[in-house]
């Protein structure tokens, strides 16, 4: 930045710093007050099982403790049979956590039989969701990758049959 005449430079790095703390402060969607949705296993079950292999269901809960509603976005996981990972994938979660409220979605895994060598007695999951903050700004900042929140995902629960 090239010092203007007149103007000190350390009035102008003042003024720079000013504004970029402005600008972070109203990019961030202004929403320090919210609260992260929060998310837990709760079941898993099979749902389809072949010689080949299986399909299994998981319902995850998710939770808000907002007056406002949470929209969900990308939900990325990784599947683990007693410890052994079984599946990695993603999906477009697209619904919303209602003000102060719990909603469950089911998320599926598809694998061979030939990744598990016994029968399976819990399931696990690890991963992410990326939630979309409210404002009118977040739905833009979110769409250009220049702000995803997200919130971990992670337990564990025996497999219903």
Same mark, same amino acid.
């Given at each position: ?10 009035? $102008? ?7 970029? #703390?402005?600008?972070?402060?109203? *990019? !961030? ?8 949705p929060r998310f837990? *296993?709760? !079941?898993?079950? @099979? #749902?389809? +099982?072949?010689?080949?292999? $299986?399909? %299994? ?14 929209? *969900?976005?990308?939900? +990325?996981?990784? #599947? @683990? ?26 998320? &599926? ?8 060598? !016994? ?6 999951? @690890?991963?992410? %969701? ?28 025996? &497999?219903?049959?």
């Amino acid at each position: 930045m090239l010092p203007r005449a007149g103007v000190p430079s350390c009035v $102008q790095k003042t003024v720079l710093i000013v504004f970029l #703390v402005l600008v972070g402060w109203f *990019l !961030s969607g202004c929403s320090a007050g919210d609260l992260a949705p929060r998310f837990e *296993l709760v !079941s898993a079950r @099979t #749902v389809e +099982q072949s010689d080949d292999g $299986q399909v %299994i269901a998981l319902t995850i809960q998710g939770e808000n403790a907002n007056d406002h509603e949470v929209h *969900l976005r990308n939900a +990325q996981y990784r #599947v @683990t049979a007693d410890g052994v990972q079984i599946f990695r994938g993603q999906r477009s979660a697209e619904i919303a956590l209602p003000r102060y409220g719990r909603v469950n979605m089911e998320v &599926l895994a598809a694998f061979p039989n030939d990744l598990v060598v !016994s029968e399976i007695n819990s399931i696990g999951i @690890t991963g992410s %969701i990326e939630y979309l903050h409210p404002g009118p700004f977040a739905e833009t900042l979110y769409d250009n990758r220049l702000r995803r929140p997200a919130v971990g995902l992670k337990g564990s629960v025996p &497999l219903e049959r």
